[in-house]
């Protein structure tokens, strides 16, 4: 039986029938009901703009989520408790009127969850009509990114929210904060010695993050051609990464102070200027090849596309932390779209031994290396060094990892998806996994000075095939450090 105590609540998805609740938030509120996890009083309420038989939506729902759920976690008497908590309102969400019906819903007692799978441009207009009807006091707002696409929209964006909801009860999603993995870092650092006290300039040569993309552009051309790849994983997953991977101990496990540390290495990245962009930065869009084996097209040939699009579809970078910790230390970041392989993780480079002892042909074996695994499969590896077995080796090295996987290691523990986490810990009240309006406002600052200076210079994206690791400035960019890219085939 689960441990943790859950109120009971309404949960509102606003945008209930769009791909993100279909896809993922509706499987992750049944994941949890089938765990124990949500209060037998919870609620939930599909709303959407689309009118008709709300049997028929939710009967479309119910569609979706037996699909999205894995056959053999699908149990028929749990699909029917889920089924029974939910109802669907038609309403306009920038109408008044419509959320008295919302009013009739939620009750007098519970509190309520406000999940905003919307544009961000109506996020303000929602929050102003939960307020006019009564419902802002007893509300948590999640907010889905992209929270603006610079900092001044940013701004406006959390400034209309913050007219009517205090830091407190807004939630920020960034999904990546919800994977197993990614949590782990912090126990991995801080309850370890053998890693905290060697987690500084001292003893780590570089640090790479690689987020990479099988997938093209999936229908969302709308979106993402005004998005592109910076500000689409950039400007959040991979800096939020970079952040638990660079902050100082936090005083306690406490939002607040986890995020006061990732403020502090955000304020800490040095400016990339235009004139540093061609050694720094390598912007790249995928043009016609290859996906397992079948030929796939390009960006500007995706249906529905502009064929004079300069949008970045790939982008390599090196970041430069400005404090004690990190000087010297290079994170190089790595993201694109019609990658060879979907991957993310983090490699965290440790500095040679400072005398060597062995035969010099092997010295390029050299160097530990701590492996993050954070998909497909999570896992965290330690790269070391040991002698090869048998008689005729004498001290012939080799280099193998001391693993732990963990769908091998849990085996009878489900991993749970990064939205289950996420959904659960709003329900509790707890914003460690969470994004402050501050975290954004300087992660947008960052970010806008290299859109500014690809703009000052005309810089337009490298093309690079469809199925390879982006254009070949992403290799030059590490290797003019006498690196390279850790696992590139």
């Not at 939960?130 to 929270?147: D, N």
């Not at 101990?249 to 939002?255: F, G, M, Q, V």
């Not at 005729?392 to 009878?412: A, C, I």
């Given at each position: 039986?689960p441990?943790?105590?859950?109120?009971?609540?309404?949960?509102?998805?606003?945008?209930?029938?769009?791909?993100?609740?279909?896809?993922?938030?509706?499987p992750?509120?049944?994941?949890?009901?089938?765990?124990?996890?949500?209060?037998?009083?919870t609620?939930?309420?599909?709303?959407?703009?689309?009118?008709g038989?709300?049997?028929?939506?939710?009967?479309?729902?119910?569609?979706?989520?037996?699909?999205?759920?894995?056959?053999?976690?699908?149990?028929?008497?749990?699909?029917?408790?889920?089924?029974?908590?939910?109802?669907?309102l038609?309403?306009?969400?920038?109408?008044?009127?419509?959320?008295?019906?919302?009013?009739?819903?939620?009750?007098?007692?519970?509190?309520?969850?406000?999940?905003?799978?919307?544009?961000?441009?109506?996020?303000g207009?929602?929050?102003?009509?939960?307020?006019?009807?009564?419902?802002?006091?007893?509300?948590?707002?999640?907010?889905?990114?992209?929270?603006?696409?610079?900092?001044?929209?940013?701004?406006?964006?959390n400034?209309?929210?913050?007219e009517?909801?205090?830091?407190?009860?807004?939630?920020?999603?960034?999904?990546?904060?919800?994977?197993?993995?990614?949590?782990?870092?912090?126990?991995?650092?801080?309850?370890?010695?053998?890693?905290?006290?060697?987690?500084?300039?001292?003893?780590?040569?570089?640090?790479?993050?690689?987020?990479?993309?099988?997938?093209?552009?999936?229908?969302?051309?709308?979106?993402?051609?005004?998005?592109?790849?910076?500000?689409?994983?950039?400007?959040?997953?991979?800096?939020?990464?970079?952040?638990?991977?660079?902050?100082?101990p936090?005083?306690?496990?406490?939002?607040?102070?986890?995020?006061?540390?990732?403020?502090?290495?955000?304020?800490?990245?040095?400016?990339?200027t235009?004139?540093?962009?061609?050694?720094?930065?390598?912007?790249?869009?995928?043009?016609?090849?290859?996906?397992?084996?079948?030929?796939?097209p390009?960006?500007?040939?995706?249906?529905n596309?502009?064929?004079?699009?300069?949008?970045?579809?790939?982008?390599?970078?090196?970041?430069?932390?400005?404090?004690?910790?990190?000087?010297?230390?290079?994170?190089?970041?790595?993201?694109?779209?019609?990658?060879?392989?979907?991957?993310?993780?983090?490699?965290?480079?440790?500095?040679?031994?400072?005398?060597?002892?062995?035969?010099?042909?092997q010295?390029?074996?050299?160097?530990?290396?701590?492996?993050?695994?954070?998909?497909?499969?999570?896992?965290?590896?330690?790269?070391?060094?040991?002698?090869?077995?048998?008689?005729?080796?004498?001290?012939h090295?080799?280099?193998?990892?001391?693993?732990?996987?963990?769908?091998?290691?849990?085996?009878?523990?489900?991993?749970?998806?990064?939205?289950?986490?996420?959904?659960?810990?709003?329900?509790?009240?707890?914003?460690?996994?969470?994004?402050?309006?501050d975290?954004?406002?300087h992660?947008?600052?960052?970010?806008?000075?290299l859109?500014?200076?690809?703009?000052?210079?005309?810089?337009?994206?490298?093309?690079?095939?469809?199925?390879?690791w982006?254009?070949?400035?992403?290799?030059?960019?590490?290797?003019?450090?006498?690196?390279?890219?850790?696992?590139?085939l």
């Amino acid at each position: 039986m689960p441990t943790i105590s859950v109120d009971s609540c309404t949960i509102a998805l606003f945008g209930a029938l769009g791909d993100l609740a279909l896809r993922k938030l509706f499987p992750a509120l049944y994941q949890l009901d089938r765990a124990g996890l949500l209060n037998p009083e919870t609620r939930i309420l599909a709303l959407a703009r689309e009118g008709g038989e709300a049997q028929q939506h939710l009967s479309s729902i119910e569609q979706h989520l037996c699909r999205h759920v894995p056959a053999g976690e699908v149990d028929a008497a749990v699909l029917q408790r889920f089924l029974a908590r939910l109802s669907y309102l038609s309403m306009d969400f920038l109408e008044v009127d419509a959320y008295e019906t919302l009013v009739d819903q939620v009750g007098g007692a519970q509190s309520l969850i406000a999940y905003f799978a919307t544009p961000a441009s109506v996020y303000g207009g929602i929050c102003a009509n939960l307020a006019r009807v009564g419902l802002a006091e007893r509300t948590r707002v999640v907010l889905e990114k992209p929270i603006g696409h610079d900092l001044e929209s940013s701004r406006a964006v959390n400034d209309a929210v913050a007219e009517y909801f205090p830091e407190s009860r807004v939630y920020r999603i960034d999904h990546y904060l919800g994977k197993e993995t990614v949590q782990n870092l912090i126990a991995l650092r801080f309850a370890n010695s053998l890693f905290e006290t060697q987690w500084n300039q001292n003893f780590i040569s570089h640090v790479e993050i690689t987020v990479a993309e099988k997938v093209g552009i999936e229908g969302r051309w709308g979106y993402f051609d005004q998005a592109g790849q910076l500000r689409d994983m950039i400007q959040n997953h991979l800096l939020q990464l970079l952040c638990l991977i660079a902050m100082d101990p936090p005083s306690d496990l406490s939002a607040n102070s986890i995020r006061d540390e990732k403020v502090k290495v955000l304020k800490a990245l040095a400016p990339i200027t235009a004139e540093q962009l061609g050694r720094q930065v390598v912007r790249g869009q995928y043009v016609a090849g290859s996906s397992d084996g079948k030929a796939v097209p390009g960006y500007l040939e995706e249906e529905n596309s502009n064929t004079q699009s300069d949008t970045e579809t790939f982008v390599a970078l090196r970041a430069d932390i400005r404090n004690w910790r990190w000087a010297g230390v290079p994170f190089y970041l790595r993201t694109g779209k019609r990658m060879p392989q979907k991957l993310s993780q983090i490699v965290i480079h440790f500095k040679e031994p400072p005398h060597y002892i062995f035969a010099p042909e092997q010295r390029q074996l050299i160097g530990n290396k701590l492996i993050i695994r954070l998909q497909p499969d999570e896992g965290i590896a330690l790269q070391v060094m040991t002698k090869d077995q048998g008689l005729d080796k004498g001290m012939h090295l080799r280099s193998g990892p001391l693993q732990l996987n963990f769908s091998d290691t849990y085996r009878s523990a489900r991993i749970p998806d990064a939205y289950e986490r996420l959904l659960l810990e709003v329900m509790r009240g707890n914003q460690n996994l969470f994004v402050r309006k501050d975290e954004i406002e300087h992660a947008w600052e960052w970010c806008d000075q290299l859109i500014a200076g690809w703009k000052r210079l005309g810089d337009a994206p490298k093309p690079y095939p469809a199925g390879t690791w982006g254009p070949m400035g992403a290799v030059a960019l590490i290797t003019r450090d006498g690196r390279s890219w850790y696992g590139d085939l």
